[in-house]
Structures are given as structure tokens and as C-alpha cells.
T-cell receptor, first 111, second 113 residues
Framework: NAGVTQTPKFQVLKTGQSMTLQCAQDMNHNSMYWYRQDPGMGLRLIYYSASEGTTDKGEVPNGYNVSRLNKREFSLRLESAAPSQTSVYFC??????????FGEGSRLTVL | DQQVKQNSPSLSVQEGRISILNCDYTNSMFDYFLWYKKYPAEGPTFLISISSIKDKNEDGRFTVFLNKSAKHLSLHIVPSQPGDSAVYFCAASGLQGAQKLVFGQGTRLTINP
């Protein structure tokens, strides 16, 4: 099993450019999440999808949009990237709360 | 406002000794607590959890203690091994489960041979 797969693993953008981070899970989980990790800040929730067809804001949603394409896939879009969005992004999933399964992360640099 | 705090950014322990990682929380509605371990260039992986109805949970070399009155939890690793060197995150959630999982800043544990 691949678990949670994120693409791309690395990306460099210029300020104002847009991009989409893709996430797919093959564990038949209901809920999916996007976190960002910054030094000294831990993991902060950007958006989550409790089930297919629903999405909700987390702690730091500004500047991001998400799409729950189907039960397997949950994408994160940056419409106009800013240097403050330089971070490592993690997608995660869970069946019904509790233990989260994380992807390997996507390192984004915005110049 | 940081609801889950890990006040020690780093910890260095000798191989074979006990490692104790600490975590404090401020929200009394949290009722489920987890520890995650993260190696460089990998995603966090679940280590151990504890419900607020318990004060201790053990899994092999790992034990988590919860002191609800002090709003404090700790992770004990005995004996510590070089492979335990990683960043450890504590996390907490309330009645809404993982939808509102809040993470601490992380503690980098280094096990010295």
C-alpha cells in the first residue's frame, strides 16, 4: 500500500504564481487534511475534509483553496503565492478521527 | 495563542537512558492526546495515544502519562536507542476528534551513543 501520496515533493514559485498540491490516499479513509509545518510553529491545519463533498477551514486558511475531488483525492491550491507561504506542506487522512496518516510532505519555496 | 506547547525545542540523551518529552495544553476541552514521531524528509508517524479517562498508556518502550489537573502530558522512552533520534510532536483533540487536532511545536530528540 502506498498510503498517502503527495505531489510534487519540491516546488519553487515566484510571488504571484499559482499552483496546486495534489494528495491521494488508498486506505479508503473518510477524512483528509492539509497541514503546513514551519520552524518553531509545529503543524498547523490549513483545511480539512471530514467526508467526500465537504470541506472546512482550519487554523490558517487564508491564501489557500481546497477541492475534495473524490474520496481518494484532496488538493490544495495557492492562487497567488506569497513568500509567507514558503513551508513544508503535509497531507493526512484518517478513517474516523484519532490517528492521522501523513504523506511525505511537499516543500514549497516562494521567491 | 498556542493551545499545545512543547517548551523544549531540543533534548539530548545518552543511549540506554530514559528520554522524557513534555507537553502542556491550555484547553480543558481536549480529551484525546497523541504523540507523533518525525524523521527528516518524512511525514509524521503515529506513536502512541491516551484518552483523558486514563492517566497512563504503555506500548513497549514508550509510555505516555497524562496529568489532567496540571494539563500536562509526557512521553517516556526507556531505554532510548539511536533510532529514536527524531522530532516528536504532541497533539490534542476535543470532542470533534481529529478534525480539530492541534499540534505542539515539536521537540528534537538526539540519542547519543
Amino acid at each position: 500500500n502506498a498510503g498517502v501520496t503527495q505531489t510534487p515533493k519540491f516546488q519553487v514559485l515566484k510571488t504571484g504564481q499559482s499552483m496546486t498540491l495534489q494528495c491521494a490516499q488508498d486506505m479508503n479513509h473518510n477524512s483528509m487534511y492539509w497541514y503546513r509545518q514551519d520552524p518553531g510553529m509545529g503543524l498547523r491545519l490549513i483545511y480539512y475534509s471530514a467526508s467526500e463533498g465537504t470541506t472546512d477551514k482550519g487554523e490558517v486558511p487564508n491564501g489557500y483553496n481546497v477541492s475534495r475531488l473524490n474520496k481518494r483525492e484532496f488538493s490544495l491550491r495557492l492562487e497567488s503565492a506569497a513568500p509567507s507561504q514558503t513551508s513544508v506542506y503535509f497531507c493526512a487522512s484518517t478513517l474516523q478521527g484519532g490517528e492521522l496518516f501523513f504523506g511525505e510532505g511537499s516543500r514549497l519555496t516562494v521567491l | 495563542d498556542q493551545q499545545v506547547k512543547q517548551n523544549s525545542p531540543s533534548l539530548s540523551v545518552q543511549e540506554g537512558r530514559i528520554s522524557i518529552l513534555n507537553c502542556d495544553y491550555t484547553n480543558s476541552m481536549f480529551d484525546y492526546f497523541l504523540w507523533y514521531k518525525k524523521y527528516p524528509a518524512e511525514g509524521p508517524t503515529f506513536l502512541i495515544s491516551i484518552s483523558s479517562i486514563k492517566d497512563k498508556n504503555e506500548d513497549g518502550r514508550f509510555t505516555v502519562f497524562l496529568n489532567k489537573s496540571a494539563k500536562h502530558l509526557s512521553l517516556h522512552i526507556v531505554p532510548s536507542q539511536p533510532g529514536d533520534s527524531a522530532v516528536y510532536f504532541c497533539a490534542a483533540s476535543g470532542l470533534q476528534g481529529a478534525q480539530k487536532l492541534v499540534f505542539g511545536q515539536g521537540t528534537r530528540l538526539t540519542i547519543n551513543p
